[in-house]
């Protein structure tokens, strides 16, 4: 997991490579790397999706997945991390820790992922493996302990000191066929060494309680015995261990395979996991990561093959599974039949008789299943708790070319969505278009790019737009009775609501405060339903609520007439007339932008902030380039990529991601209105 460009596809090339699994490598510059199997991987250099595979190393078998580095595909490094053990943090020995190494960290904290960091590109000019240490500190809060150190950097890069076992590791070449040469540390590197070997003991010693015994005592400690140390420090998130390299330059990744097995979980090292009963909520399931317990999986990723239909990756948390057995879906309630189990190596795939527990591979014949669904045994089931995906924040119109194209559009549109979870399809009642929504430019870019391609569906496209939000800053109340009498059975519901504030990003929140049962309880939650489908479509614009609490205060009901439809639209009706007079808001999504240049633009760049609205939030200054922060609107990013090339001769990068919504001053909030088609004005 990585920044872009720090070199993650490279690595996995490397380190698939030197276990026997491929017998050549392909290079990432070249449109050739084994993971980065789609046409727009291999055209723009660039991973989309999250490739899985796995190799042997020593007596040990590896699952690898391979992530994106690009914050318009994060989910499919939230969905990676969520079914994963253990992670290698790649960084660029030149520019350290960047925004997207922020992102991939806390989503890595979020999971309880211990990591292990490799920091590359050492052969690179500008290098600095002692910086990207300090920046690890400084911006991911890690407590980083170098297990190895450079020898030489930029185009003197040659060798690394091992800091364990107090050896020299140097390569015959840069092929990728050099052969490694240990040999012992020379005397003008001794005394670095000892003082970083020193420093490594203590942290070591501060892990174990055994080991310190030791080290006060002055007695001698094993390299097995700070391997020891380190691996249950790396499995309790106290330490990371750094290692360092140049994997173009085929130096330094055998090395961290040897740190993957050493230092990171293997499935029987991790707790075990616990869910809830499908049908008792209340109730904690615990399975223990054994081949002899119940089968439990978790499908993290959905993928449309052309030639076997649907296929479903799935990470096995414990027992056995073969092919051909029936297991249950444990959100659904329906039981499916496995059909072919696979293992994949990115778009390879073998046949399995069967997977253990830890193993991670797909299998086809789940129809209903989806991603974040858990499935288990029919008779001991388990619901996990799946990965959590950010909201969609860019969006577009489509519409087929030809009549023809028009189910197929519907038809390919249903199938993306299903593989991507931050990829959202919806009807435009008004103007009868169809809307799609993603997480920036390039990812609506590569799907619609993907329709053409892999769907053989032409289709034209609008010009990106921001998906707004609505909230309240007031707080109001409303009654509202829903009432039909169409002989026979009529229909009644009448609820009184307070509708006010609540946490930025706790989106909405609904709270049942009623006494004596005015409203039976079997209705409570039809209410509930009805208020949060009156704030998908906001009381201005259309744009969904968000941070909203619903306090549900009072109401009553009908012996006879009163039914779940009648509080749900009386809910509805309650929330959109309470919303109306509780001071509406419109709220625009705000990105966090870094821009790296050289001295000479930082000017420039920020005067163009000023005038897209943005708020600078920092800058620092590494050697002759300047890092830029700031908060900047969306709707004033798009195209900012080929805008900051010119302005800068091609010489600045930019990462942008979604940091959160703030309300729109009011001139552009009424031009969102007009374009809306709404009446509404704010002052």
Known sequence: MAHIDAGKTTVTERVLY???????????????????????????GITITSAAT???????????????????????????LRVLDGAVAVFCAVAGVQPQSETVWRQANRYHVPRIAFINKMDRIGADFHRALHSMEARLGAHPVPIQLPVGSEDRFRAVLDLVSMKMVSWDSDDVGC??????????????????????????????DHLMEKYLSDALVSAEEIKAALRKGTLAFKVVPVLCGSALRNKGTRLMLDAVVDYLPSPVDVKACTGMHPDHPEREVIREPSDDAPFTALAFKILTDPHVGKLTFIRVYSGVIKSGHQVLNSRTG????????????AD???DLEEMRTGDIGAVIGCKDTTTGDTLSDPKKPIMLEPATFPDPVVHIAIEPKTKADQDRLIDSLRKLSEEDPTFKVRANEETSQTIIAGMGELHLEILVDR????????????????????????????????????????QYGHVVVRIEPAEPGSKYIFEDDTVGGVIPKEYIPAVEKGCREALETGVVSGYSMVDVKVTLLDGSYHEVDSSELAFRIAGSMAVKAAAAKADPVLLEPIMKVEVICPEEYTGDVIGDFDRRRGRLEGMESEGASQTIR????????????????????????????????ESAP??????????????????
């Open 451 to 490: 329709l053409r391609r892999e769907f053989k569906v032409d289709a034209n496209v609008g010009k990106p737009v921001v998906m707004y939000r609505e909230s309240i800053r007031g707080t109001a109340e409303a009654e509202k009775k829903f009432i039909r009498q169409t002989g026979g059975r009529g």
């Open 348 to 350: 390879d795939r073998r």
């Open 18 to 44: 030197y276990s026997g699994r491929v017998h050549r490598v392909g290079e990432v510059h070249d449109g050739a790397a084994t993971m980065d199997y789609m046409e727009q991987e291999r055209e723009r």
């Open 334 to 345: 329906r039981k499916e039949r496995l059909g072919r189990l696979l293992e994949m190596h």
């Open 630 to 661: 700031a908060h900047v609107p969306l709707a004033e990013m798009f195209g900012y990529a080929s805008d900051l090339r010119s302005r800068t001769q091609g010489r600045a990068t930019h990462s942008m991601e979604f940091e959160s919504y």
């Open 179 to 208: 052969q490694q040469i240990v040999e012992p540390i020379p005397v003008e590197f001794q005394e670095e060494a000892e003082l970083w070997h020193h420093h490594l003991l203590e942290t070591a010693a501060e892990l174990d």
């Open 666 to 683: 009011a001139n552009i909030a009424n031009e969102v209105m007009k374009r809306a088609g709404s009446t509404y004005r704010f002052e």
């Open 54 to 80: 796995a190799c042997e190393w020593g007596d040990h078998r590896v699952n690898i997945i391979d992530t994106p580095g690009h914050i318009d595909f994060t989910a499919e490094v939230e969905r990676s």
